[in-house]
């Protein structure tokens, strides 16, 4: 892979935002150091037996950022860049996401150095029970609920459910969302991400009146994420003119034909590559295309001080989290590009994990149409609170959403620290 990806610390990009943030709030400074720092990190080393019979050893972690809202709710990344700085991130991004969307939990993330596809089937299987096992005083359904990530998906999510439920000694469906169906699973949670990311994209596009039919994206990433945000969109009649996984980018100025390009990667073992009927580019070039959409659907820091500046689309859309370093927001929008934050923009995928909960904890189980519908309805709100606080204190949406989000965490922080300083009179 060709792709040059400036290695910045995504915590940091996120105290960044955060410090902006809670000076136009105001916010103590006691709090503040609380809301930056995560409950609890934890690390898990064990080991697995592979498939040719060796030992081999795995570090895996789980952070806790903040569980003022509710239980810590946030997905599980396999990766071989997966480190603790990443995780402490993505953790807290969980938690204003929650907040900004008005979804009733805080904010974790967990994730295992490892790389998923050098491993078989089985071998993924023994280190997600491993990893379970080793956790499985941390997790619950009212403690912390993971879900999925980079790298993880419906089966990961099956089988940390079954190791959970062995390890208690009965079924638990509602300790992890994002199953399989005939675990428990919802409707709807496997393109949710990627159906919330084309609800935003369409109200961003109506910000800037461009119409969807006149409009083109390109999309970086083709996993769970970028596959359903281009599907999605392409039904929307958006020209999807580039897109890119770890093997190959390319771009065809017609527009690709995304149901095709599906059927071909799910033909071609998940992968783009070699995909005719379009000319490869190179990586870096992807997000540097003039459409009216960027979307970056796969990691962090793909945007930087280094490229900012040469960024020629409109919009850029986060689908990824933390796709843009906090050092590049200046330049994006001192060149008028809307970007609108990860924390908003990708938070279809923890919405429809909430009602994966629900579902599981009421023994209930949801048609896909009201489970889209209630989709929209908390994306489409918190769209137009976001821009209306924007507006409001003349800041990036980013900072809005930062805003919003702080605030609510931090009163309910507040409200339970005073709750419990009180003093506590004998009941006779
Ligand atoms: N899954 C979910 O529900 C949610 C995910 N997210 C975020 O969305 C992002 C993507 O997650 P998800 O789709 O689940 O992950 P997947 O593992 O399903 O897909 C990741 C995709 O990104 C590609 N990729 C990785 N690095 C690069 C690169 N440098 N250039 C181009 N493509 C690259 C991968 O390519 P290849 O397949 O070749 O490895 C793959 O296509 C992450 O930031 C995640 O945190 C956010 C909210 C919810
Ligand atoms: O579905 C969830 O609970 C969390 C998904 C996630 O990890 C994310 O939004 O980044």
Redesign the pocket.
């Known amino acids: ?1 060709s ?1 040059e ?1 400036i290695k910045q610390n995504p915590f940091q990009s996120m105290i960044d935002r955060f410090n902006i943030a809670a000076d136009i709030l105001n916010l103590d400074e006691s709090i503040k150091q609380k809301l930056q720092r995560p409950e609890k990190q934890i690390v898990v080393n064990f080991s697995i037996t592979l498939d040719n019979g060796t030992e081999k050893n795995f570090e895996g972690y789980r952070v806790i950022h903040n569980t003022a809202l509710g239980p810590s709710k946030g ?1 599980i990344r396999y990766d071989t860049a997966v480190n603790l700085d990443e995780v402490k991130a ?1 953790a807290a991004w969980m938690t204003w996401k929650s907040a900004v969307t008005g979804i009733p939990f805080g904010g974790a993330k967990g994730g295992i150095i490892c790389d998923p ?1 050098t491993l078989s089937k089985t071998e993924l299987e023994r280190i997600t029970r491993a990893y379970t096992k080793a956790l499985a005083d941390i997790f619950g359904p009212e403690k912390d609920v993971p879900a ?4 993880t998906g419906p089966d990961e999510m099956g089988w940390l459910m079954d190791e959970f439920s062995l390890v208690h000694g009965k079924t638990i469906h509602a300790v992890v969302t994002g199953k399989h169906l005939h675990s428990g699973g919802s409707l709807g949670r496997v393109e949710a ?1 990627g159906r919330g990311v084309s609800i935003i994209t369409l109200l961003a596009l109506e910000k800037l009146k461009i119409r969807p039919a006149k409009s083109t994206a390109a999309i ?7 596959l359903h945000s281009a599907l999605f969109l392409y039904e929307k009649g958006v020209k999807i003119v580039a897109v ?4 190959e980018a390319f771009y065809n100025p017609d527009g690709i034909n995304i149901p095709e390009l599906i059927l071909y990667y799910n033909l071609n073992n ?2 783009i590559k070699g995909y005719p009927n379009s000319v490869a580019i190179k ?1 870096e070039d992807l997000l540097l295309l003039d459409v009216d959409v960027l979307i970056p ?3 962090e820091d793909v945007i930087t001080q280094k490229n900012a500046k040469d960024i020629r689309a409109k919009i850029i859309i986060e ?3 933390g796709p843009v370093s906090s050092d590049a927001d200046k330049i994006l929008h001192e060149n008028s590009v809307l970007v609108v934050p990860d924390i908003l923009a ?1 938070a279809g ?1 923890v919405t429809v994990s909430y009602f994966e909960w629900l579902q599981n904890s009421l023994l209930e189980s949801w048609r896909i149409h009201q489970i889209n519908k209630r989709l929209e309805d908390i994306l489409e709100k918190g769209f137009e609170t976001v821009f209306r606080v924007a507006a409001k204190h003349d800041v990036t949406p980013r900072i809005a959403a930062y805003i919003i989000a702080l605030k609510k965490v931090a009163e309910t922080q507040s409200v339970k620290e005073v709750a419990l300083e009180a003093p506590q009179f004998k009941q006779n």
């Open positions: 892979m792709t990806i997905g993505l596809r999925p990530d980079m790298g991400t970086q990433g083709f996993g769970n994420v970028g890119s996984d770890v093997s998940k992968t990586h659907a796969a990691k689908a990824a989290n990708n995928g």
